[in-house]
């Protein structure tokens, strides 16, 4: 669905690169995440596969298309939510739907729709601007369906969000895979990443550094730990033991053996903890 072979692009033309040799292909059906801190190139590479910014050097294909020479019809194809709302604020959250359904050349779906799957129904007649932040992003998110996209970008698609509608969102993107739709997700929420994402990507100062599923990299460089809670002597104790380490798994043995356990479970790290680990960077 998309192809991506050794990209670069530079906003000055010269040899200081926002992206620079980036390569990567994402499968029909799959969600693809795109990771890194701000400024690692994510916003750069997005804007290029969706005709935003010019392509400098290197080859893109996106549905079938190639972005050295944009069609109409690859836009009928896909969807995008950007992370900064960009909607008509003299316009009401409906009329904005219905004046982005008549720039496809596709069935498009019911405004009506999109409004109540966000949550905006009773919203439809308001002005966008007098929408709070939160508001706004849930109909940028509505608006980049609207055209049944095969291929979705999703830009921070969870940001500034409270948790409930946060969810739902997230169970709306999880649908919308399951109906076929592929989809480009790009975050520096490795929460999200995790939870949503087949696989994920890891792009620092323009580079991608690996690529691989959340589990494969848990288990590549994640601690294999075992957290303990005991009672010895009256006092509850916490410990952390090793699952491969002979020395920690004798230790494990005797305090099982010793003690009332009150609660023992493994601990994989979180996708964050091996971003930093794998990159050397917080997610900034």
Same mark, same amino acid.
């Given at each position: 669905?998309?192809?991506?072979?050794?990209?670069?692009?530079?906003?000055?033309?010269?040899e200081?690169?926002?992206?620079?040799?980036?390569s990567?292909?994402?499968?029909?059906?799959e969600?693809?995440?795109?990771?890194?801190?701000?400024?690692?190139?994510?916003?750069?590479?997005?804007?290029?596969?969706?005709?935003l910014?010019q392509?400098?050097?290197?080859?893109?294909?996106?549905?079938?298309?190639?972005?050295?020479?944009?069609?109409?019809?690859?836009?009928?194809q896909?969807?995008?939510?950007?992370?900064?709302?960009n909607?008509?604020?003299?316009?009401?959250?409906?009329?904005?739907?219905?004046?982005?359904?008549?720039?496809?050349?596709?069935?498009?779906?019911?405004?009506?729709e999109?409004?109540?799957?966000?949550?905006l129904?009773d919203?439809?007649?308001?002005?966008?601007?007098?929408?709070?932040?939160?508001?706004?992003?849930?109909?940028?998110?509505a608006?980049?369906?609207?055209?049944?996209?095969?291929?979705?970008?999703?830009?921070?698609?969870?940001?500034?969000?409270?948790?409930?509608?946060?969810?739902?969102?997230?169970?709306i993107?999880?649908?919308?895979?399951?109906?076929?739709v592929?989809?480009?997700?790009?975050?520096h929420?490795?929460?999200?990443?995790?939870?949503?994402?087949?696989?994920?990507?890891?792009?620092?100062?323009?580079?991608?550094?690996?690529?691989? *599923?959340?589990?494969n990299?848990?288990?590549?460089?994640? %601690? &294999? =730990?075992? /957290? $303990?809670?005991?009672i010895? +002597?009256?006092? !509850?104790?916490?410990? *952390?033991?090793?699952?491969?380490?002979?020395?920690?798994? %004798? &230790? =494990?043995? /005797? $305090?099982?053996?010793?003690? +009332?356990?009150? !609660?023992?479970?493994?601990?994989?790290?979180?996708?964050?903890?091996?971003?930093?680990?794998?990159?050397?960077?917080?997610?900034?």
């Amino acid at each position: 669905m998309i192809k991506v072979s050794n990209l670069y692009h530079s906003y000055n033309k010269d040899e200081h690169y926002a992206v620079k040799d980036v390569s990567f292909e994402v499968e029909e059906g799959e969600i693809f995440g795109f990771l890194g801190p701000s400024g690692a190139g994510k916003s750069t590479t997005q804007n290029i596969m969706t005709g935003l910014l010019q392509l400098q050097k290197g080859n893109v294909t996106v549905a079938g298309y190639d972005v050295k020479t944009i069609s109409n019809k690859m836009f009928n194809q896909i969807g995008m939510s950007f992370e900064e709302s960009n909607v008509y604020s003299k316009l009401s959250a409906k009329e904005n739907l219905e004046f982005y359904r008549k720039l496809f050349d596709v069935e498009t779906r019911d405004p009506m729709e999109l409004l109540r799957l966000v949550g905006l129904h009773d919203k439809a007649d308001i002005r966008a601007g007098e929408f709070s932040k939160g508001m706004k992003h849930r109909l940028t998110f509505a608006r980049s369906m609207i055209n049944n996209p095969t291929l979705w970008f999703l830009d921070e698609p969870t940001t500034g969000l409270d948790p409930a509608i946060a969810s739902e969102i997230k169970g709306i993107i999880r649908e919308q895979n399951k109906k076929g739709v592929t989809i480009f997700l790009t975050t520096h929420n490795m929460y999200i990443a995790d939870e949503l994402c087949d696989r994920v990507a890891f792009i620092v100062d323009g580079e991608l550094l690996l690529i691989d *599923s959340p589990r494969n990299l848990k288990l590549q460089y994640g %601690d &294999k =730990l075992v /957290e $303990v809670e005991y009672i010895k +002597e009256g006092e !509850t104790i916490k410990e *952390s033991f090793s699952t491969i380490q002979k020395e920690d798994l %004798d &230790k =494990l043995q /005797e $305090v099982i053996g010793k003690y +009332e356990i009150q !609660t023992m479970h493994t601990k994989e790290a979180t996708l964050e903890e091996i971003f930093i680990k794998v990159t050397g960077r917080e997610l900034v």
